[in-house]
């Protein structure tokens, strides 16, 4: 299999995942604007996961377009990856539903985690491929350094709903703050690759 | 990031976009011609929000034919675009079964000049990619001329629906005919490029 | 546009509409074989509506390869056909549900009349294209003698419906059964293609 | 047809079928811990679905990779596979809900017993097309006794499930695990091809 067809298949479940949330969006049963005010948080809920899903597949791309080799690990690692992000929609549909409860707010942030982690999980084989290499070896520690920090920050977020949902909230806010800001980063070094191959 | 993957990508969206739609078409729950015309309505507006969505994506073609270079903007404002192009299955829904309502007319119109003002922005990454070429800018300079109309027709349909839903009709109807007469134009100049690269 | 790009964005429609008929396929509340079995309309028409866009997707793929170059009526047609395409999975659990009910047979009928009706018209732009060339215009013509046959049989099926549903049935049977022994054929004749550009 | 386009469209088919499963996940009416624990039967045949559909797909890209020439026979074949494919989504949402009743197991046992035999009919077409070369027949020979076995198995454990429904979970979740430690050599196989064309 070539990185190609890899990644266009993970572009299209990507592509269905950010687009199937849309259809938890239900219509209020009253067409006035309080009713339709009720709906915000689902909205808001839809919001934040496409954003998240949009920063999941803009970095995805960065991880393929770095791969050497597809091995049987990678395709595992990257078909593990779309399993948990595969499971976005859920947990949003479960959170715009219930963004009060502590259970919907933890368990939004345990999938999230769980995606953080297969994604490091699957730069440890583009390590792997590239363990003789300096310059990647730094840039692929970077990232995987960035990966960790979310993936506990969201961990984080899963007990501490318990004890107020705001903070995980605030969680929810920092980590697409993060991962954006760094994005046009990532953008340039794709431009004027480290990793030229 | 190269325009054939942001390409790709985008039409998957939108090819998923355009069929979901079709989820929302309920069969009426007796099977008779009178029950069916019933819903006519939801069907119309499927309808609608098919040409607007096919036009858009047409649109959107012409668009990334014309840019040089992915950036980070660029990539983002067309993520921003897929998004509210996302919720046109929500707001036809709504729109197909609360078509006497103000509030459904609304709130479809403000998300189409969303959407407008979405490609308005597109565009100005392309404008800045080609400020100092005299020939495209006055090319992008017309598109986005069309677009800001459009947007602000859309905008003013909002409102005009809670004096009189046929007033905010009237701007769906008018807008796919605006784009579509012009469709053939851009097709010619992409047959026979302005911009040749 | 190039025809790589107009073909995988009908592909993608085309994939979307064949699977998510399987949504409407809704499991028996209680789980047993008898209640399997008063699903099993249900599952026919599901069957039956995958053949036919299966049928459907080949010949796109045919008609496709002879398009010489990407012209506005030509994506227009083919909007046009997608959009009659996607009310299938509409009419196919409308007719799941009711199959019994002459408008459900009929509603059935007259759409997929349209569809053949549009693959008619999307040809016409081929015939067009290839008008000074004796031997495609004489493949083209044939093609669309068993467009309009098709047609014919299924806008037929519609007031028959209305004496026997089993007559329109057997029209759905032979149809099929028509295009898909000619289908041999026709991907010989793409193997060796009569028009070879 | 080129086993490119052959390829995309049963990746897009595939993709779909793996995403839209996520929609059968419901979430529970009560936001606690218990009720998201009587959900997990749904989650569990989610996953095993996931993993399945996942290895068809790794298993189909390396079918395909070995085709000399996209046949009526071959394109037909894939649809066939593709169609009870698309009844995973069908059967293991059925089996989520009713994970206890031997009629759900059995339903979803056949489904994939079928997917294994459409696998085994669509390499019959490969066997034909290398039957003058000795290395990949002896290949497609192993692969196809592989598929007979899973067939077998499957077909094994519908009436099983009617005995006890712990037999056939052993089936479902012994045949992945079968499929997935050959996968690396498959792999490694396309990686240092065999068949190299």
């Not at 999230?112 to 583009?126: K, Q, V, Y």
């Not at 709903?161 to 903070?167: D, G, Q, T």
Request: charged share 15%.
């Amino acid at each position: 299999m070539t990185t190609a067809r890899l990644e266009a298949f993970s572009d299209g479940v990507i592509a269905i995942i950010v687009t199937i949330m849309v259809l938890e969006l239900r219509a209020p049963a009253q067409p006035t604007w309080p009713a339709l005010l009720k709906v915000a948080p689902i909205f808001i809920s839809y919001g934040l996961s496409f954003l998240v899903v949009a920063i999941m597949w803009v970095n995805h791309h960065h991880l393929i377009h770095a791969v050497r080799k597809v091995t049987a690990r990678l395709l595992w690692s990257n078909l593990n990856l779309l399993f948990w992000m595969s499971l976005i929609p859920f947990v949003t549909d479960f959170l715009g539903k219930n963004y009060r409860q502590p259970v919907a707010v933890s368990l939004y942030s345990l999938d999230l985690a769980l995606c953080g982690a297969s994604f490091w999980l699957l730069r440890t084989e583009l390590v792997r491929q590239d363990q003789h290499d300096a310059e990647p070896s730094e840039y692929h520690a970077r990232i995987q350094r960035k990966n960790l920090l979310s993936t506990l920050l969201y961990l984080l977020a899963a007990p501490a709903a318990h004890f107020s949902i705001y903070a995980s909230f605030l969680i929810f806010a920092l980590i697409p703050a993060m991962y954006f800001l760094p994005e046009k980063k990532l953008v340039t070094s794709a431009d004027q690759p480290i990793i030229d191959r």
